[in-house]
């Protein structure tokens, strides 16, 4: 039942079992179940609204969409239906409306531009769409051709090895047919043996599983028929979800993976590796090199580099140290160049590199001052420089080495270095001569030349630098400047006065007497030595003394010999590195810079470093680890090879079996600056005997701590302190362990006293002394006391309990003590000369008359060094 409405033209349908609804023209509608989880299900009515046509529009013919529905019918894809249908409409005529008597409103001039724009914006977008799906369509094809080129190689390859295994089954074939016909039907046949011969083409791994053995090793079990596939209308029925991926990939044939195809090549090949290329490597050896480092600088296998040292004889794990030499036949044998190099190249280029000409510019003189301790050395310096450093030395003595720079009367700067003249302070006098121009020997005109003057010279002969002899103390009564001439001849130094050419001078400290004589001297000598230094490059310097300043840290005076020293340089001194923090002169300011011949104190080292190092400026803080790691594993293994008794010479191995059995005395020293130190070891060192020496186990400058303490209680060792004392908690320390701490200030008063106790440890001296003679004149045997020897003493005294020797036929038979001696019947304590004793021996029976008895005494005497 339909009706038509008048007004609406909406059709009001009565259907007998549905409920009376109003259906809009143009709307579609359809029914959609949606699913949940759990079984849950929702019907969902859903409308297609079409869009109506506009007043410039026609509307498509019925008759036009049946020829489409045709095809449909007939079974082709609605999709190509779909398409086909806008594409037909724009060609349609367009039909003319028809007139519903209503009259439409003319458009104002902003709807049309808007539709203008509007229609303008729709043909841009639909051009951009169209050169899009031409570029897709474009990359497509070239996707498809790249595939279709990749499928054919792979056919082709596949071709060849289907031909190639043909060809191996026929050869196969053919040789066990000439096989069987040459030794007669015995030969076992590959098909009578069950083995099936191989496929014509290997299932892929990932197509079909293989067919799995038998467990007796049979033949191969049957493979199942294939299972008859279903022929639906529709075609093979879709798996799986739809997603985009696979609805663009439906029609595509599934082809071979690259993994898989390799794969198949891996199997029927055997798994063959591919020769590679053999690289040939620089290889970098050092001295000695583990074989798991050798093997990775080579990248090569540890275990062929241990197969070549096993077919040289040598066994070894990969953790094993060989030396640069079995590395380098190891590198060259497998195809690399070899480059040495050794662990101390990382000090090449720090020192004495070469200067430019051009840069060199004039320095000031480094002078030296030498000579016999109480000569007038720093006294002479303080009239100088107008101090009074003498008055402050302990004992009156010198015992540091120190740098000062003063200003000559022309107005040139001097460097002066002041030595320690005991002769204790040699390594300071021969650091002192090394690093100086000019030396001045200082020799008193009352005492003349003495030892340390003598030693003076030859330091100075040794660094191959002038002399200048300053006769001092010539305002003395008994000065005789002629005789120190004299004397100094005997040492091959001829002064001027004398027709040499060492120039020398009279002065006097005391009364400054010839001072400004002896700079003009030295700025003459000068002038001679034409001294230059390039002040431009980086610096270099000789630590003269190191200390460790409580306040400060350690503490570094240093004369700068090249370059210029600037704050937040990166030094390098021995086993110690730092970053200057500042510098300061002798006179205690702060310097921004120092120069050529200019000896300043350096803060910023790590540790202190010892004195006599050479210093040097470094680019990087890792170049000064490198460096200073590499010198304190050289210190290591040196100490270690002393501490050990490494073998070495004949003459180091008969010296060690000497000292083998000799007593040592521990020592920990601390001292304020490491010249001391090194002195007070230097003397101790020159005590030492075969039976007893002085071990300094630990040596440091800066004061007793209490770790210190501790090695000294763990070692057994006592506790020296040169101008230092022992902190708060050391002292407590030391008398809870119960060690004393010694303190010192003059350096001869140490050794002394250490002298002393290394003779404690001396074996003392067993010293006889004869009492006198007795002969036997009768021998008597006494029950339950043994034999007693009835003698007559000839000379001397004889005394109980004293040591006897008894001589038969000028030979000794026994050596032991009288047990009695008696007079008579009673004991006596001695008997002289001329009477007559009884005598017994202790645990000795086998006396005889006509033997010779000699009493004598041992005394015990205690030795000295």
């Known amino acids: 039942m339909t009706e038509t409405t008048k007004n609406s033209g909406e059709k009001l349908s009565v259907t007998p079992s549905k409920t009376l609804t109003l259906k809009r023209p143009g709307v579609e509608q359809g029914m959609v179940r949606q699913s949940f989880s759990h079984g849950r299900s929702k019907a ?24 489409a529905a045709a095809p449909k019918r007939a079974g082709a894809p609605a999709p190509a239906a779909r398409n086909a249908a806008p594409a037909a409409a ?12 209503v009259v439409l409103r003319t458009l104002t001039d902003d709807e049309r531009n808007a539709r203008a724009q509007a229609l303008a914006g729709a043909q841009l977008r639909e051009h951009e769409e169209r050169e899009r799906a031409e570029e897709e369509a474009r990359v497509r094809r070239t996707r498809e051709e790249s595939e279709r080129a990749d499928r054919a190689a792979a056919e082709a390859r596949k071709r060849d090895e289907e031909d190639r295994r043909k060809h191996d089954e026929e050869t196969k074939r053919k040789a066990d047919e000439v096989a069987k016909r040459r030794f007669g039907a015995d030969t076992p046949s590959p098909l009578k043996t069950g083995a099936s011969p191989r496929p014509a083409q290997e299932a892929d791994d990932d197509e079909a599983p293989r067919p799995r053995r038998g467990a007796g090793g049979g033949a191969a079990r049957p493979a199942p028929a294939p299972k008859p596939t279903r022929s639906g209308v529709g075609g093979e029925k879709r798996r799986g979800r739809l997603t985009v991926v696979t609805a663009l990939s439906a029609d595509e044939v599934r082809e071979r993976s690259v993994a898989s195809f390799r794969r198949r090549v891996q199997r029927m090949t055997g798994h063959r590796d ?71 190249d990382v000090e090449e280029g720090m020192f004495d590199a070469p200067d430019d000409p051009a840069q060199l510019q004039p320095r000031a003189p480094v002078v030296t001052i030498m000579g016999h301790v109480d000569h007038g050395k720093t006294s002479l310096l303080d009239a100088i420089r107008s101090t009074e450093v003498a008055a402050g030395e302990a004992g009156g003595i010198t015992q540091h080495i120190g740098a000062y720079q003063v200003t000559s009367p022309s107005g040139g700067r001097i460097t002066f270095i002041d030595t320690p003249g005991h002769a204790a302070f040699t390594a300071m006098r021969a650091r002192g001569a090394r ?9 008193a005109a009352d005492d003349g030349v003495m030892p340390q003057t003598v030693e003076a010279i030859q330091h100075a002969k040794a660094a191959k630098v002038p002399i200048i002899v300053a006769i001092n103390k010539i305002d003395k009564p008994d000065a005789k400047p002629e005789r120190v001439r004299t004397e100094l001849l005997q040492h091959e130094i001829q002064v001027e006065s004398l027709g040499g050419d060492v120039l020398e001078l009279e002065v006097s400290a005391k009364e400054r007497t010839n001072l400004d004589k002896l700079l003009d001297t030295i700025a003459l000598q000068a002038e001679v ?17 190191a200390r460790l300043d409580r306040g400060r840290g350690p503490v570094a005076t240093v004369l700068v010999q090249r370059g210029t020293l600037k704050p937040g340089d990166i030094v390098v001194a021995g086993t110690e590195w730092g970053r200057v923090r500042a510098l300061m002169s002798d006179t205690g300011h702060s310097v921004v810079a120092a120069g050529p011949s200019m000896p300043v104190e350096i803060l910023g080292f790590n540790g202190t470093p010892e004195a006599g190092d050479r210093l040097a400026v470094v680019d990087t803080d890792a170049r000064a680890r490198e460096i200073t790691d590499y010198r304190e594993r050289q210190k290591r293994e040196k100490m ?24 040592e005395f521990p020592l920990l020293i601390k001292g304020d600056v490491q010249g001391s130190i090194e002195a007070i070891i230097g003397a101790l060192d020159k005590l030492a005997t075969e039976e007893v020496a002085a071990r300094v186990i630990y040596s440091g400058a800066g004061g007793i701590t209490e770790s210190d303490v501790t090695l000294a209680e763990a070692s057994g060792a006592a506790v020296i302190g040169f101008n230092v004392r022992a902190h708060k908690e050391a002292r407590e320390a030391a008398e809870a362990a119960g060690i004393e701490i010694r303190y010192y200030d003059i350096i001869y008063n140490l050794v002394d006293d250490v002298k002393k106790a290394m003779s404690g440890l001396l074996a003392p001296t067993l010293r006889e002394t004869m009492l006198g003679n007795a002969t036997i004149l009768e021998v008597f045997k006494i029950s339950k006391v043994g034999n007693i020897a009835g003698c007559r003493v000839t000379d001397g005294t004889v005394e109980r309990g004293a040591n006897v020797r008894l001589i038969r036929d ?21 008997v002289l000369a001329g009477q007559e004793c009884g005598m017994a021996f202790e645990n000795y029976q086998d006396m005889k008359v006509g033997d010779t008895i000699e009493c004598y005494r041992v005394e015990t005497v205690q030795r000295t060094l």
Do not use: C
């Open 640 to 663: 270690a090879a002393r501490q050990t008794g490494m073998r070495g010479s004949l003459e180091q191995m008969m010296s060690q079996l000497k000292t083998s059995g000799r007593k």
């Open 274 to 344: 591919e020769p590679k290329e053999k690289i040939s490597r620089e290889v970098t050896i050092p001295e000695t090199i583990t074989i798991q480092e050798l093997a990775n600088r080579m990248a090569e296998r540890g275990v062929d580099v241990i197969r070549i040292l096993m077919q040289q004889g040598h066994m070894a794990k990969i953790t094993d140290t060989i030396d640069a030499d079995t590395a380098q036949l190891i590198a060259e044998e497998l195809g690399h160049t070899v480059r040495r190099v050794a662990e101390s």
């Open 529 to 545: 030595l034409e001294l230059k230094a390039n002040p431009s490059r980086l610096a270099e310097g000789t630590v003269i003394e």
């Open 435 to 443: 690093i100086t121009d000019i030396v001045i020997l200082v020799v």
């Open 810 to 830: 000028n030979v000794v038979v026994h050596q032991g003590k009288l047990s009695q001696l008696k007079r008579f019947k009673d004991d006596a304590r001695e």
């Open 44 to 67: 969902v009515v859903v409308e297609k609204v079409k869009r109506r046509a506009g007043p410039g529009e026609a509307k498509p013919e019925p008759a036009a969409a049946a020829p």
């Open 90 to 101: 724009p060609s349609a005529p367009v039909a003319s409306p028809k007139s519903s008597g």
